[in-house]
């Protein structure tokens, strides 16, 4: 099976689990749900924030508290995740020489390459596939928590701040600040890429679009937990993979090598004026 292909199949896998965990009953929950996932996972979760939301302000701080635990918990996944990741942006030059090399498309030279590529990772210590571990468990997650919130009704029949949890915020301030937040830590994890995707470019400005538009659709209590989820993203990108920070290093190991490169050049001269002589 080749590269593309299992990519294709692990993204398909991915989706199939959102639209499985999508299916779930929209019902209202409560402590009559049946189900594991209904009564044990859902339920539990809408409780804690209730309970939350009893010691810490309200509905709205019980949301905010609640998504930052959750982001937390997870946080050494996205650790793992966002490392796997650099490391396949670091070899991004060499498999794009690769690629160059072994351009035909016949059987005979595509398995050259796969062969070519699975040495470069090997040697590298990168499993090219291994990103998509934490993003399967995030998701259920995730998920629980937006159920959680949609299907409890007190969580969305309580107010905070200038919005009614149960409606959509009149002066659009919440689905603007989850868009802008989509944003920056969308161009942040695109500024630390080594070279430019095109796809990423585009992504960068057509999901913020994206969480705009659903966030118009959807009650405050869910924009809400957007905007935490989404802001914590923005200090996630900073700590693990923060731009400024790996230009600095891959310049400054531009820097050496090219004062590597400078040092052998003038040895090798050395070296053929010491043979004249």
Not at 227 to 251: D, H, I, T, W, Y
């Amino acid at each position: 099976m080749s590269k593309q292909l299992k990519k294709i199949t692990s993204l398909v896998s991915v989706f199939g689990l959102v639209m499985i965990l999508a299916a779930c009953s929209n019902q209202p929950i409560n402590s009559h749900s049946t189900g594991i996932w209904d009564h044990y996972i859902v339920y539990n979760c809408s409780q804690f924030i209730i309970w939350l939301s009893k010691h810490f302000g309200g509905y709205g701080m019980g949301i905010i508290i609640f998504t930052i635990l959750i982001r937390i918990i997870i946080l050494p996944l996205m650790y793992y995740q966002t490392k796997s990741m650099l490391k396949t942006q670091e070899l991004a030059p060499k498999l794009k020489e690769l690629q160059q090399k072994y351009s035909t498309r016949d059987r005979e030279t595509m398995q050259k390459l796969q062969m070519e590529q699975q040495r470069l990772y090997k040697e590298a210590g990168v499993n090219p596939f291994a990103s998509l571990l934490p993003l399967l468990v995030q998701l259920p997650v995730m998920w629980a928590l937006y159920q959680a919130i949609w299907r409890t009704n007190v969580l969305r029949s309580g107010s905070f701040l200038w919005v009614q949890l149960g409606s959509t915020d009149p002066y659009l301030i919440l689905p603007i600040l989850a868009a802008l937040f989509t944003f920056i830590s969308s161009w942040l994890a695109m500024a630390s890429m080594p070279e430019k995707n095109p796809m990423s470019t585009s992504m960068t400005y057509i999901m913020p679009i994206f969480i705009f538009i659903m966030a118009l659709q959807f009650t405050s209590a869910i924009t809400l937990y957007w905007v935490v989820s989404n802001a914590f993203q923005v200090g996630q990108v900073l700590l693990l993979q923060n731009p400024f920070k790996l230009r600095k290093e891959r310049e400054a190991k531009q820097r050496a090598e090219k004062a590597r490169q400078r040092k052998l050049a003038k040895a090798k001269r050395q070296a053929y004026r010491g043979k004249r002589k």
